[in-house]
């Protein structure tokens, strides 16, 4: 493992998922599981999300584009919620989901969009509770 790689990965999987997603993630981090978890760590988050090439904006505008084009609702949640982390605005999600539902069909277009909507009521609701 490239150490200095693992450790930019951990800094930016927590700018962009948040420092709850990190605690959770380590939370649940298993004998079985910890070699997928380190993988993920250096390669997504150290590798492909610190390049220099695009922002984390424009990054987590892709992979929210991607993930409704593929189906992936679970791993959808988790990336809408960190639109609040990466400056990615509601208006925007909102037109990545009608690009998407020309280019990835209106099925998985119409999910998401149900999706977000669910996610951005419990994220107004939390900071509610907060403020």
Request: hydrophobic content about 45%; proline content about 2%.
């Amino acid at each position: 493992m490239n150490e200095e790689r693992y450790q930019r990965g951990k800094q930016v999987r927590e700018s962009v998922l948040g420092q709850a997603h990190a605690a959770r993630t380590a939370k649940n981090r298993t004998a079985f599981n910890a070699d997928f978890q380190d993988f993920l760590m250096e390669y997504a988050w150290g590798g492909i999300w610190a390049r220099p090439g695009l922002d984390h904006k424009t990054r987590s505008m892709i992979t929210i584009a991607m993930l409704v084009g593929m189906g992936k609702l679970d791993e959808l949640k988790l990336h809408i919620r960190a639109t609040h982390n990466t400056g990615v605005s509601r208006d925007e999600v909102k037109e990545l989901l009608m690009h998407a539902a020309i280019y990835c069909g209106v099925p998985a277009a119409f999910g998401a969009f149900q999706l977000a909507a669910q996610i951005f009521e419990e994220m107004d609701k939390e900071a509610a509770a907060k403020a």
